[in-house]
């Protein structure tokens, strides 16, 4: 079992219509959480993380946290097709924190 | 303002060569990363640095050495370079392991035939 699981997609959703990626992630210690952005060729960026249980907005995005189901989201709202792109789910793992990164999940935003 | 810088950007090796990937942060960071992204595998770690003077295995070390050569800087050796090496490899920094935000050089593309 890898121990950070997403859905490889693509995740393809209209315009204007919001998208939710989905993590789970096996260490029931870990305690921090990240949503990276990479475009084809280029490099991860962070857009968000996440410490603690509930949601977290940031303009068009949020992230929730449930730590007893060991389960993070992403949430899109107003989706543009400049979002297409992988979004990768990133969790700080065991006593090190170790940053240990799910398989990402391809968004395809349809004008 | 540089950030993670990392050299070559690309790379063709035969089977069984040697060769050593560079990367270096002007962050100040305490922690560094080297992953590898395969298709449709995300990103895999291959070693960390939690600190200067410190290095752990990550997920998938087998074949490939580091150095934490100073606070700036974090090579990665492969001793005798295998087909099944072939992949991009990604720098990073953060301030701390896993619980900060890590920033990424441009990758290397590395090919061996």
């Known amino acids: 079992q890898k121990e950070v699981e997403q859905n490889s997609g693509p995740l393809s959703v209209p315009e204007g219509a919001i998208a939710s990626l989905n993590c789970t992630y096996s260490?029931?210690?870990?305690?921090?959480f990240f949503w990276y952005r990479q475009y084809s060729g280029k490099s991860p960026e962070l857009i968000m993380f996440?410490?603690?249980?509930g949601d977290k907005e940031d303009g068009r995005f949020t992230a929730q946290l449930n730590k007893a189901s060991q389960y993070v989201s992403l949430l899109i709202r107003d989706s543009q097709p400049s979002d297409s792109a992988t979004y990768l789910c990133?969790?700080?793992?065991?006593?090190?924190?170790?940053?240990?990164f799910g398989s990402g999940t391809r968004l395809l935003v349809r004008p | 303002n540089a950030g993670v810088t990392q050299t070559p950007k690309f790379q063709v090796l035969k089977t069984g060569q040697s060769m050593t990937l560079q990367c270096a942060q002007d962050m100040n960071h305490n922690s560094m990363y080297w992953y590898r992204q395969d298709p449709g595998m995300g990103l895999r770690l291959i070693y960390y640095?939690?600190?200067?003077?410190?290095?752990d295995k990550g997920e998938v070390p087998n074949g490939y050495n580091v150095s934490r050569l100073n606070k700036r800087e974090f090579s990665l050796r492969l001793e005798s370079a295998a087909p099944s090496q072939t992949s991009v490899y990604f720098c990073?920094?953060?301030?701390?392991?896993?619980?900060?935000?890590?920033?990424f050089g441009q990758g290397t593309r590395l090919t061996v035939v």
């Open positions: 640095s939690a600190s200067e003077g410190t290095t």
């Open positions: 990073a920094s953060s301030a701390r392991t896993g619980d900060t935000e890590a920033f």
């Open positions: 260490d029931r210690g870990s305690q921090s």
């Open positions: 990133a969790v700080g793992v065991g006593s090190s924190y170790k940053l240990i």
């Open positions: 996440i410490y603690s249980n």
